[in-house]
């Protein structure tokens, strides 16, 4: 390997994030592998895999030996409609000790950075008109967000001077190729020629093409940041949800038509549905630290995110 060529170790390899990740690592010649749960595929043609359970600590020891740096993005995702009776344990065990075990075995194999993928939730529960950066105070709502503040806590301490640097990349709303959350369904109502509920005409959300992630990280990798340090990415732009779904509209050669809704029934339906939420409110985040420090600027406009996102939609003939 060159000096600019780094033995990269990423967990969730066959995610969303982590298959965009992978491939861009790849292309860019770094010795890349990923971790898998056990029974999982590999996503990515030619990865060396590793078959891990993170919760246990089973198989990392192998999957990291020899690693420089070690992306951490393997989790419980956040479920809008929980199967479990107890949600934050389960959240607990996989995103908490999980981290802590992908930690402590980064630093014990010797690996020289650890970069963990969180979320916003781990900062508010996603409603707000001023947007928050990273030294603001951490009230997370959801299950999955104190999950994901208690793995962050869990990163630092296992790393903290065992000589591995820390960064943590928390994340809004990610959308792109692959994505199963709310941007699909957006499409589906485009495609279907049905006019958007619109709530709070003046709403604006943060939210990051999955490009403009795999940019930051590739940017982290090659910053190499020493210490701990956490950072806020998004888009270049916030985006309300006429602008969103008239972009998505026009991809999708369709006419963008809407629908107002009743002040009190947005109200009732935010108390009540948290999907209904992420669209009637305004949440933002600052990414101008890393822009300062990283010299961070994403290269990916929307209209470009959402064209490719179209475009996956249509061959996956959903």
Known sequence: MTTDQRRILVTGATGFLGCHLVTALVKSGHDVAGTIEPG???????????????????????????????????????????????????????????????????????????????????????????????????????????????????????LSGRGTSLVILRLPMVYGPGNKGNMPRMIRWADRGLPFPLFRPENLRSMVYVGNVVHGVILVIGKSPTGASTYLLRDREDYSSRRLYSVVCREMGKAPRFLPVPAGLVRLGGALFEDVRKVTGSFRVSSVKIEKELGYSPPFSLEQGISETVAWYRRSGR
């Open 40 to 158: 999982a595929t590999d996503a990515t043609a030619g990865l060396r895999t590793f078959s891990c359970d993170i919760s246990a600590g089973e198989g990392l020891a192998a999957a990291l030996a020899g690693a420089d740096i070690v992306i951490h993005l393997a989790a419980r995702s956040h479920l809008i409609k929980e199967t479990v009776k107890d949600p934050l344990a389960e959240y607990r065990r996989v995103n908490v000790e999980g981290t802590r075990n992908v930690a402590r075995a980064a630093a014990e194999s010797g690996a020289k950075l650890f970069i963990h993928v969180s979320s916003v939730k781990a900062m508010e529960d996603g409603t707000g008109d001023v947007p928050l950066c990273e030294d603001s105070p951490c009230r997370p709502g959801t299950p999955y967000g104190v999950s994901k503040l208690e793995s962050e806590e869990a990163a630092g301490a296992e």
